[in-house]
C-alpha cells in the first residue's frame, strides 16, 4: 500500500503531490524573501556578538520556555506541548512526505525505530492536549490580554485536524498492514483497534483521507505563515538569539552634534528608521498579550497598550509600507540622495509614524518600567522604540506636553527640574558637617544626592539620614555640593538627546576633576545614568545604589540595627533598581536586618513589580487620561494590610505618599526609604530618643512618620515648574 500510487485522471498522485510541494514551498519562499527585504530596509544594527551568551538564551527561554513558564503557568504548560509537538513531529512529517514524494523510501535508521515512533504517537496527544487548553483559555476562561479573533481560533483548528489526520492515517495503515513496530505506538494502536472491524475498503479510504488531509494541511500551513501571527513559528528564535546584550539602563546614544549640524533626522518617523531587529521584533509577537499584561499604562487606562504598538507598527510595515520601501531606490528619483542619507527609502509614507499610526499619547503614556520587555516571551524591545519616536517629536517634531517643556527649560536653566536655585543644592547639608569633595578631596565615595534629595523637603530627610548612616559606619564620602547637576536621566527618557548629552557632558567633566574612587546614589535614575549611560560619552565610574551599600555595611558589622521595630512592611521595588538592575536582594536584607521588621510581598513584586507611575519623566507631568498609576500601586500595597511600605528611590517615595493622601491612608501606610529605617535602628540610644521628625532628624518609624511630619515633606513630584524660583 503506498499514498501516492494511484492515479489522479492523467497525473501519478505522486507528481501531482510533488507539484503541491513545490507550489507551497515557492509560496513561502516568496512571502518569505519579500519579509527578508522589507527587514533589511531597517536601519543597521550589530547583533551577532557573543554567540555563546545567545545560544544560552535560546535554550533557557526557547527550548525550555523559561520566561512563559515563569508566569502563566497554563499558557506556558499548553504551549510547551505545541511547541515540543511540532519539533518532534517535523521529523514524522519530512517522513511523511518522503514516503509520498518518492515511494518506497524510508527515513534511514529512524523509520523502524520503537523509540521514534513512540515519540510521535505521544507528541500527536500532547499537541492534542495543548490545543485543547488553548481553546479552553480562548473560549472559557478568556483573560483579557488575549486578541479574540476568528485567526487564532482557525489556527488551532489546524493544528488540532494535523494532529488528528495524522493519527487517523497511522491508525488505519497499522489496521491495514500492522508491522513490528506498531508496539511502540498506544494510541495509534487504538484506533487500529476501532477500525479493525471496518471493511478493508473503510479502512484504505481513511487511511488516505488522513494521510492526504495531513500532507494538505502541512502545506497550507507553509503557505499561510508569513501572512499569519504565527509567523513567530519562524521568527521567534531567531528573535530570542538576535536579542539585545546591551545593558538594560542604556538607551541607543546618537551623535547629537553630527546630526544637527548635518541636519540628519533625530529618532524615528519612518518606519525604515527603525532597525532592522525592531522589524524583526514586529514579525515575532505572538499577540500572547503578556506585555500589556504587565504594563502599568495599560492596566491604568491609558491609549498605551504596548502589544498594539507592536502590532500597529507591523500593520504599518507590512500593509502601509512595503511597496514603497520594497521599491528600489533610483539615483535620479526625486529628493532620493537626501533620503538615502538620513537612512529613509524614497517616497512618502502613507500615514505619518508617529501621529497617525502610533498616536503621540500613547508615546507619551510610557513610564519607561521596561515590565513589557520582561514579560515578552519573544524579547521584544518596546522601550527603545517608543523613546526613538519620543526623540522624533520633541527634537523634530517640536509636538511636546507643557509640562515637559518646562522640565526642559528648568533643568537647562538651573540643573534640576524644578527651577531651585543650583546655588541651593547642598543647602539640605547645612549644620550637619557634611563634607564637600573641595575640602575632602581623597574621599572613598562621592555621595550623588540627586535632585530630588538635594531640594524635596521629603527626600532632603533620605539624603540626611544616608549621610548619618555614612558617618556611623566610618565610611569616607563628600558631596558635589553646588557642582552637582541633574544628570538627565528625565529629559533623556522624554525624547530630548540634546539637552541629556548637555547635562552629561558637564557632569562627566565635574567627575572627572575629582576622580571619584565610587560614587554613592540614593536614586536608582541616577545610578543608572551615572553607572550605565554615561560610559558611551567617555565617563565610566563605579556606581553603587545605597540600598547595595547599607546591605554590605549591615553584613560587614559596620552598622547594627538594634532598635525595635515591630512591623510588617512591604518594599515596593523600584523599576530602575529592580528591572533595571537585578537589584532585589539588598534591600530587602537590609530592612530585615532591623530587629522586628517583618517583610510581606505584593503580588505586583520583583521582576512582576508595578511602576509607581514617575518613570519615563511621568513625574513632572499629570496623568491625563484613566486612573493614576500611583493610586492602583497603593491598592496593591493596601492589598497585603501592610503597616508600613519601604522603598529605595525618591521618586517612588513621592508618588506612594502622593498616593497615600489621595487615598486617604496617608496616617496609617506611612513611606519610607530603606536609608531612614536603617538609620533609626542604628541610632545611638541617646540620639533616638530625639522626637522623629525634628528637622533634620529624618523619622524611621513608619507608624509615626507621617503623622508627625505631615506637612514638613510636600512631594515636588507634581509640583508647578516655577515653585522652586
Ligand atoms: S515600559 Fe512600562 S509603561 Fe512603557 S509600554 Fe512597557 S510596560 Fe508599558
Ligand atoms: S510584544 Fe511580546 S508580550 Fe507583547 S503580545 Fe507580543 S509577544 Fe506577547
Redesign the pocket.
Known amino acids: 500500500m503506498h499514498p501516492t500510487g494511484d492515479w489522479l485522471g492523467p497525473l501519478p498522485t505522486w507528481l501531482l503531490l510533488w507539484l503541491l510541494t513545490v507550489g507551497a514551498v515557492v509560496a513561502f519562499l516568496w512571502s518569505a524573501g519579500r519579509l527578508v527585504r522589507l527587514l533589511r530596509a531597517g536601519a543597521p544594527d550589530p547583533r551577532f556578538d557573543r554567540p555563546w551568551e545567545r545560544l544560552r538564551q535560546v535554550v533557557t527561554d526557547v527550548l525550555g520556555h523559561g520566561r512563559l513558564l515563569a508566569t502563566r503557568r497554563y499558557s506556558g504548560l499548553l504551549h510547551l506541548f505545541i511547541f515540543w509537538g511540532f519539533v518532534i513531529l517535523t521529523i514524522g512529517t519530512i517522513e511523511h512526505f518522503l514516503h509520498g514524494l518518492v515511494p518506497g523510501a524510508q527515513l534511514p535508521l529512524l523509520g523502524a525505530w520503537g523509540p521514534y515512533r513512540f515519540s510521535q504517537d505521544l507528541f500527536n496527544v500532547l499537541v492534542l492536549v495543548g490545543v485543547a487548553m488553548a481553546f479552553y483559555q480562548r473560549l472559557v476562561l478568556r483573560p483579557p490580554r488575549l486578541t479574540y479573533n476568528a485567526d487564532a481560533l482557525l489556527i488551532l483548528g489546524l493544528i488540532g485536524a494535523l494532529m488528528v489526520t495524522n493519527l487517523l492515517a497511522a491508525g488505519a495503515r497499522i489496521a491495514l498492514h500492522p508491522l513490528p513496530v506498531d508496539g511502540w505506538m498506544p494510541v495509534s494502536q487504538t484506533i487500529a483497534g476501532l477500525l479493525r472491524g471496518a471493511p478493508p475498503g473503510w479502512q484504505e479510504a481513511l487511511y488516505r483521507v488522513g494521510w492526504w488531509g495531513h500532507v494538505l494541511l502541512v502545506l497550507g500551513f507553509l503557505v499561510y505563515i508569513p501572512h499569519s501571527k504565527h509567523l513567530h513559528i519562524v521568527t521567534a528564535a531567531p528573535n530570542v538569539y538576535l536579542r539585545s546584550l546591551r545593558p538594560k539602563g542604556e538607551l541607543r546614544p546618537i551623535d547629537i552634534e553630527r546630526a544637527l549640524e548635518n541636519d540628519e533626522p533625530v529618532g524615528v518617523s519612518r518606519i525604515e528608521q527603525l532597525s532592522w531587529k525592531d522589524l524583526l521584533d514586529t514579525y515575532s509577537c505572538t499577540e500572547c498579550g503578556r ?1 500589556q499584561a ?5 492596566l491604568s487606562g491609558k491609549e ?1 497598550s ?1 502589544k498594539y504598538l507592536i502590532l500597529d507598527l507591523k500593520e504599518h510595515l507590512l500593509h502601509d509600507e512595503a511597496a514603497r520601501l520594497l521599491t528600489r531606490r533610483s539615483p535620479t528619483s526625486g529628493n532620493g540622495e537626501a533620503e538615502a542619507a538620513s537612512g529613509a527609502a524614497p517616497g512618502e509614507p502613507r500615514r505619518a509614524l508617529v501621529g497617525e499610526v502610533i498616536h503621540d499619547q500613547v508615546l507619551w503614556d ?8 520582561d514579560a515578552c516571551p519573544v524579547f521584544i524591545e ?2 527603545p522604540k ?1 523613546v526613538e519616536m519620543r526623540r522624533h517629536l520633541v527634537m523634530e517634531a517640536s509636538r511636546i506636553l507643557p509640562e515637559w517643556q518646562k522640565l526642559f527649560d528648568n533643568v537647562e536653566a538651573s540643573g534640576n527640574p524644578w527651577r531651585f536655585p543650583r546655588h541651593a543644592r547642598a543647602d539640605w547639608a547645612k549644620g550637619l558637617g557634611i563634607p564637600t569633595l573641595a575640602e575632602r578631596p581623597d574621599a572613598e565615595y562621592i555621595f550623588w544626592v540627586g535632585c530630588a534629595g538635594s531640594y524635596d523637603e521629603r527626600n532632603i530627610k533620605v539624603s540626611q539620614a544616608l549621610a548619618r548612616l555614612l558617618e556611623r559606619a566610618g565610611v569616607s564620602y563628600a558631596i558635589l555640593g553646588r557642582e552637582e547637576s541633574c544628570t538627565g536621566d528625565p529629559v533623556r527618557r522624554v525624547g530630548n538627546e540634546y539637552l541629556f548629552q548637555m547635562q552629561a557632558q558637564q557632569n562627566i567633566a565635574t567627575l572627572q576633576q575629582y576622580m571619584p574612587k565610587k560614587i554613592v546614589t540614593a536614586c536608582p535614575h541616577c545610578f543608572n545614568t551615572l553607572g550605565v549611560e554615561y560610559r558611551a560619552f567617555g565617563g565610566s565610574f563605579e556606581v553603587i545604589h545605597h540600598a547595595q551599600l547599607l546591605d554590605r555595611l549591615v553584613a560587614e558589622g559596620r552598622l547594627r540595627p538594634q532598635e525595635r521595630l515591630a512591623a510588617t512592611l512591604t518594599y515596593h521595588d523600584p523599576c530602575y533598581l529592580g528591572r533595571y538592575h537585578d537589584i532585589y536582594d539588598p534591600p530587602r536584607r537590609a530592612l530585615e536586618a532591623i530587629p522586628g521588621v517583618r517583610l510581606t510581598e505584593m503580588e505586583r513584586h520583583r521582576e512582576r513589580g508595578f ?1 509607581c507611575g514617575a518613570g519615563g519623566g511621568h513625574a513632572f507631568c499629570e496623568e491625563r487620561t484613566g486612573r493614576r498609576i500611583n493610586h492602583l500601586r497603593v491598592e496593591q500595597a493596601l492589598a497585603v494590610q501592610p503597616q508600613g511600605v519601604a522603598t529605595a528611590c525618591p521618586y517612588c517615595l513621592m508618588m506612594f505618599e502622593d498616593g497615600a493622601r489621595a487615598k486617604e491612608v496617608y496616617e496609617t501606610l506611612p513611606v519610607a526609604d530603606v536609608a531612614e529605617l536603617l538609620e533609626r535602628a542604628t541610632r545611638p540610644a541617646e540620639a533616638s530618643s530625639a522626637p522623629p521628625g525634628a528637622r533634620g532628624e529624618p523619622s524611621a518609624t513608619p507608624p509615626t512618620t507621617q503623622g508627625e511630619e505631615q506637612g514638613a515633606g510636600q512631594p515636588l513630584a507634581r509640583r508647578g515648574p516655577q515653585d522652586g524660583s
Not at 510610557?366 to 520587555?373: D, E, F, P, Q
Open positions: 506585555c504587565e504594563c502599568p499604562a495599560s498605551l504596548p510610557c513610564v519607561t518600567c521596561r515590565a513589557c520587555m518596546h522601550v517608543i511602576c
